[in-house]
């Protein structure tokens, strides 16, 4: 079957970009077994649209798109497996220095392998790509960016949070140390959440902390060489309040355990889950000032805040939409074979924005 997308995984990220696609091409999901995948497809109201199979069935044609939501554990599996058969690769993971690795035979291939293309990362790489190049100013000048997301509870409770994806991954993300730039000088929090602070959207209270390594974005975004970066943070949004809430779990991760923090991941989720009947938000905050030193000064914000409803959680429609914006590009060749993270240029960051809003998904 000639462009098919292989939609590999059934978790809480896939969602309504599973539609989007299925409207124009032929999907084929798969699950850990054909029941599972079924039982997505009829979750998705795809039933009769979407052909549901079993992991193991998986045998991508050329010039077909490999999309991987399984664990980023699980990526290189399908990544070979792709480029053995000629088929293009996408997925929503950071790019780690093991799929980097792949770049040149993918591009010897005449594949497209696709990376860093859901929400965070994805929709604020598109955000950041029109903020810089929407900057008007000329010449040196002083810069400073900010780029903030957090799945939070539509309705706070009074643990300021719920678990919609792996629990142990939520805290073990907050172990690796983050590395920004703050005062103007190259900042490292060793423990992020204690360089938490407030922020302030629309008139409401979020805190915010840095996470992973902000610094290879500047040039990412293609931040002007003359300007001077007094701040430069991506991180992490969350509802005010959070930081107390969780100083019983910080106190853990200060000494951490990797067995209690297990038991501990396990306890958290079960006492805040999010069940079928809550709605889950997520906000999406990018922000870009830039002061000239002539005098003259531009600023500029991208808030995207999105409550889940009947057909999809807010993340996985966030995750998921996006992607289907870049396997849409995959198929109708306009992206060239290698390594890509979400759309490289300002121009084709634009053209998926006018997607996502054409799927009612989009930023004041």
Known sequence: MADTVHWVGTGLSTGGGVRVLADTTDVVLYGRTRDKAAA?????????????RALDELEPGRGDV?????????????????????????????????????A????????????????????D????????????VDGPATAAFTSYCGGIPAVPNEFRYRFSWAPRGVLTALLSPARYIEGGVETVAERPWEATTGHVLRGERFEAYPNRDSLPFVEQYHLPSRWRLERF???????????QAWEPVFAEL????????????ADLAARYPTTETDRDRVVLAVALTVRGDDGTE??????????????????????????????????????????HRAAETV?????????LVRQGIGAS
């Open 233 to 243: 943070v991506r991180g992490t949004l969350r509802l005010d309040g959070w930081l």
């Open 66 to 102: 490999v999309v991987s939501m399984l664990p980023a554990t699980e990526h290189v599996r399908l990544l070979e497996l792709s480029l053995a058969n000629g088929s293009h690769y996408a997925n929503t993971s950071y790019v780690s220095d093991e799929i980097a690795g792949y």
């Open 125 to 136: 790489h598109l955000l950041a790509h029109d903020l810089v190049a929407r900057a008007e």
């Open 104 to 123: 040149d035979a993918a591009k010897d291939a005449g594949v497209v392998l696709l990376t860093e293309a859901g929400l965070d990362p994805g929709i």
């Open 347 to 355: 121009d084709t960051a634009r053209r998926w924005l006018e997607i």
């Open 40 to 52: 997505c497809v009829d979750r998705l109201g795809l039933t009769g649209r979407v052909t549901p």
């Open 298 to 339: 531009w600023s500029g914000e991208h808030v995207l805040d999105v409550v889940g409803d009947d057909n999809d959680s807010a993340m996985a429609r966030l995750v998921s939409t996006p992607l289907a914006a870049g396997v849409g590009d995959i198929l109708a060749g306009a992206l060239e074979p290698g390594l």
């Open 254 to 265: 200060r000494d951490p355990d990797p067995d209690r923090i297990t038991a501990l991941a």
